[in-house]
T-cell receptor
Framework: QKEVEQNSGPLSVPEGAIASLNCTYSDRGSQSFFWYRQYSGKSPELIMF????GDKEDGRFTAQLNKASQYVSLLIRDSQPSDSATYLC?????????????FGSGTQLTVLP | GAGVSQSPSNKVTEKGKDVELRCDPI?????LYWYRQRLGQGLEFLIY????????KSGLPSDRFSAERTGESVSTLTIQRTQQEDSAVYLC????????????FGSGTRLTVV
């Protein structure tokens, strides 16, 4: 089982719709959760982080965390073609002094005009 | 600096040669990380520095890979006797010591071994 799993997609949504991106993780003690956006040929950029159960909203983006289900999601409201990118879920595991992020393989999102 | 700076941005090398990749983190960021991303793949952790010590080298794929960091500044990743499977984008990131705020990535070095 991979430590962080994402549906690779591609996920296509029409412009203006809600895009829902999902991620599960295997380490129940994981504490911090991140969503990065990566445009083709570019480096990842941080969109959101969350570490408490529930929802966290920032503009058109909402991160949702459910530690009991080991599930974290990202909702993008009013999707725009400029949101087309690969979205990477990442967690900091609980083991020892580990500080590095463990990444999923990413979900490719295409927003159709 | 304003962001994480990596050099070179592109490197083409012959199989068997050594290469050195450089990362200059954001000023004041004590933690520095190296990742590798093969074409169409996710990010693979290589090594983490806190200051100039490396508490976690678990991701280095073989003894051909090594890294060092000078103080809380520049880091170099060295790959000896490069192989074609080393071809990838090598990404460096830095963060404040508080890991809850994630990292800032550099633009990466695209390494091609021919």
């Amino acid at each position: 089982q991979k430590e962080v799993e994402q549906n690779s997609g591609p996920l296509s949504v029409p412009e203006g719709a809600i895009a829902s991106l999902n991620c599960t993780y295997s380490d129940r003690g994981s504490q911090s959760f991140f969503w990065y956006r990566q445009y083709s040929g570019k480096s990842p950029e941080l969109i959101m982080f969350i570490y408490s159960n529930g929802d966290k909203e920032d503009g058109r983006f909402t991160a949702q965390l459910n530690k009991a289900s080991q599930y974290v999601s990202l909702l993008i409201r009013d999707s725009q073609p400029s949101d087309s990118a690969t979205y990477l879920c990442a967690v900091i595991r609980s083991s020892g002094s580990a500080r590095q992020l463990t990444f999923g393989s990413g979900t490719q999102l295409t927003v159709l005009p | 600096g304003a962001g994480v700076s990596q050099s070179p941005s592109n490197k083409v090398t012959e199989k068997g040669k050594d290469v050195e990749l450089r990362c200059d983190p954001i000023s004041g960021h004590t933690a520095l990380y190296w990742y590798r991303q093969r074409l169409g793949q996710g990010l693979e952790f290589l090594i983490y520095f806190q200051g100039n010590s490396a508490p976690d080298k678990s991701g280095l794929p073989s003894d051909r890979f090594s890294a060092e960091r000078t103080g809380e500044s520049v880091s170099t990743l060295t790959i000896q006797r490069t192989q074609q499977e080393d071809s990838a984008v090598y990404l460096c990131a830095s963060s404040l010591v508080d890991r809850n705020y994630g990292y800032t990535f550099g633009s990466g070095t695209r390494l091609t071994v021919v």
